[in-house]
């Protein structure tokens, strides 16, 4: 699943914590069409992390469509903590037990879920 | 499907009545007590959360008792995030329900002031203590932290419970069995709540169960409500 580009480009903005009305400002928009987009945004990414959950029967732990993360429990040889982003331009990547690449880090930062790049702190943000 | 704890209606309510109260014991109301008293158990009806339920592709959260005063509808779009706190063993419910401190604060304070005015009702105002910190149990300790929340449970007791033979009360003892009244609630169902965290643009919204099956119906709910498109019905 990936977001039309307009829409996606909105929903960054306020994932890095841009305000809806500095979003129209920049984009030459009314404030409406910003905050339509942005809550036509989270209800495909709310339905895309739904979507993940029910495909690999993954208990849902928490989902935040604002950032685009979910947490999931898994089984798989014992409980197992998924963590799953909306990647902008890609889509959704998941990823176990908090073995986060580089690129993810990065974006974690880029949208404000962490400052630094830490995996230890990312996983805290995503639990809590 | 789950009963609502907090809401912005409950949270003005509670809000009321402490400051209500601590005007009642400064400005030596006559009769004060009474009109708290009915103001309390009022509220209680009014901000009694009812069921959650999902209709026609909303989310539909109702207050009241007997009769639903109160209804709130939220569409898919509105919602921000869900939060299983049960699930989310690190999280405690006070990072969505900030404002339970200033209660917990508020109530001790009118205990505080209660004790200082008038002594002679020393066991009112230590439940006052007692009951507005006490909550904090469930409230600042997430899943993970049961041991601690116990442990607070029973320091918090005991404190008001040798505060209250300090002044002389003989039911001090009570003060112990609330303790144990908390620890049991942290650890067996069905005294043990679960509950749920919905975030939307209007605020905060925390759907709580003595059954855990009840938190993952309404995810289940809400998952098709999602996934089966925006106004699909459950």
């Not at chain 1, 928009?29 to 036509?40: E, G």
């Not at chain 1, 990823?95 to 879920?113: C, D, K, S, T």
């Not at chain 2, 995030?81 to 508020?106: P, R």
């Not at chain 2, 003989?170 to 749920?196: G, N, T």
Request: hydrophobic share 50%; charged share 25%; with cysteine.
């Amino acid at each position: 699943m990936r977001l039309p580009e307009g829409m996606e480009r909105i929903w960054l903005m306020r994932a890095k914590g841009m305000r809806e009305v500095e979003i129209s400002g920049i984009l030459g928009i009314s404030r409406q069409a910003v905050n339509k987009a942005l809550r036509d945004a989270r209800g495909k990414l709310f339905e895309a992390f739904f979507e993940l959950a029910e495909t690999f029967s993954w208990k849902i732990v928490r989902i935040n469509a604002e950032k685009g993360f979910a947490v999931f429990e898994g089984e798989c040889n014992g409980p197992v903590r998924v963590y799953a982003f909306y990647l902008p331009g890609e889509g959704i990547r998941a990823f176990f037990n908090g073995e986060f690449p580089e690129y993810i880090l990065e974006h974690a930062v880029r949208i404000g879920i962490i400052r630094e790049k830490d995996k230890t702190e990312l996983v805290k943000s995503l639990e809590g | 499907m789950g009963h609502l704890i907090a809401n912005r209606v409950e949270d003005a309510t509670i809000t009321l009545v402490g400051i209500l109260a601590l005007l009642s014991i400064l400005l030596d109301w006559e009769h004060g007590e009474l009109l708290i008293g009915l103001l309390f158990w009022l509220s209680l009806l009014v901000t009694y959360g009812s069921r959650v339920e999902i209709e026609k592709g909303k989310v539909v959260l109702r207050w009241g008792w007997p009769l639903k005063f109160l209804r709130v509808e939220l569409n898919p779009e509105d919602i921000v995030e869900i939060v299983n706190l049960d699930a989310a063993k690190e999280v405690s419910l006070l990072k969505y329900w900030k404002t339970s401190l200033f209660f917990s604060l508020l109530w001790a304070t009118v205990g505080l002031v209660g004790l200082i005015k008038r002594p002679s009702e020393a066991f009112i105002w230590l439940n006052w203590i007692y009951w507005g910190i006490a909550p904090l149990v469930s409230i600042a300790f997430p899943p993970s932290k049961k041991l601690e929340a116990s442990a607070f449970a029973l320091l918090l007791s005991i404190a008001v419970a040798l505060w209250a033979r300090t002044l002389g009360l003989e039911s001090y003892p009570l003060f112990l069995l609330f303790a144990l009244v908390f620890v049991v609630s942290l650890y067996v169902e069905p005294f043990k709540e679960s509950r749920m965290a919905i975030v939307t643009d209007r605020g905060t919204y925390i759907v709580s169960s003595p059954f855990e099956r009840e938190i993952e119906d309404l995810i289940e709910g809400l998952k098709e409500v999602y996934t089966g498109g925006l106004g699909a019905t459950s």
